[in-house]
């Protein structure tokens, strides 16, 4: 199959039988993703999420087919990724609320990078050019991401405590 997509239609071509993208835990706590031509990014994002947010990626094998695989670190610094429904604020939970010390790992959905970043400007007035420095801000990667939303969570948390102290 080639990966090149023909002029004449879709070459997407599920005839094999596989999915274009597999999620796997190996017998040693690993974790395998493999992608095969025709896999699209939705297929890829879709399987990433899976992988646990302190797994870091590892060693790749393969060369068309390529499998990935990724391994727990113990001990890093991540946001907690909330179950579905848990009840809480989903993106809240995934800025860090204390001081950071290494880069935060895991992967973050490109469509949860943005409410990550506004989370905790709630209630702040915004202009043009702030929206613009947001939109900047986004085309960096999810660990700089979320440690702006950190830093400004903390920076108004310290405000509010310093007001409170002053009453």
Known sequence: MSIVPPAHGPWRDPSTGEPFVQF??????DYEVTIRPGADPVDIARVLGAIPPDAVFTESFGDVVTTLVFRTVQGASVPTRPAPGAG???????????????EPRGWVPFEDRRRILVHPLDGVELGEHDRHMIDWLLLGDAPSIVTFASLIRRARRAEAAALCRAE
């Open 24 to 29: 796997a835990r190996t017998a040693h706590g």
């Open 88 to 102: 809480f604020d989903r993106i809240a939970a995934l800025i860090p609320t204390g001081p950071i010390e290494r």
